[in-house]
């Protein structure tokens, strides 16, 4: 029972990024992204397992997040740290690539743990 708590709760979270990514530039990939992230809880809490899915799933956000390290890193020896919660600045694209960089590794984390329970 804890256990389908905890799936809930992170499928809410996944489904409220999707939500949040609508007013995104590129809204498609990321809702579909965080989306995906929170079906595959929902359908932990009925029982169902796929180890497999859940593996390229993980997988597949680690792989997209590459595209995002020279913005992390960019971003890494900005004095500022303080940028990545403000506006986002056209002159600044590393913010948003290390806001996206951030959500893929978020959404990876909690598929390991997906990974790891089943």
């Known amino acids: 029972m804890k256990q389908k708590i905890i799936y809930g709760v992170l499928a809410v979270v996944f489904a409220l990024f999707a939500i949040v990514q609508l007013n995104d530039?590129?809204?498609?990939k990321w809702v579909a992204m965080y989306t995906?992230?929170?079906i595959l809880f929902v359908i932990r809490i009925f029982g169902?397992?796929?180890k497999s899915l859940t593996l390229v799933v993980m997988l597949v956000l680690l792989g997209f997040s590459l595209f995002y390290i020279p913005g992390f890193l960019e971003y890494l020896v900005q004095p500022n740290k303080n940028e990545i919660i403000g506006e986002m600045v056209y002159e600044k694209p590393y913010i948003e690539e290390t806001?996206?960089?951030l959500g893929l590794w978020?959404?990876?984390g909690a598929i390991f743990y997906l990974y790891k329970k089943s």
């Open 25 to 28: 530039p590129d809204p498609i």
């Open 36 to 38: 995906l992230v929170s």
């Open 48 to 50: 169902l397992k796929n």
């Open 99 to 101: 806001r996206e960089f």
């Open 106 to 108: 978020i959404a990876a």
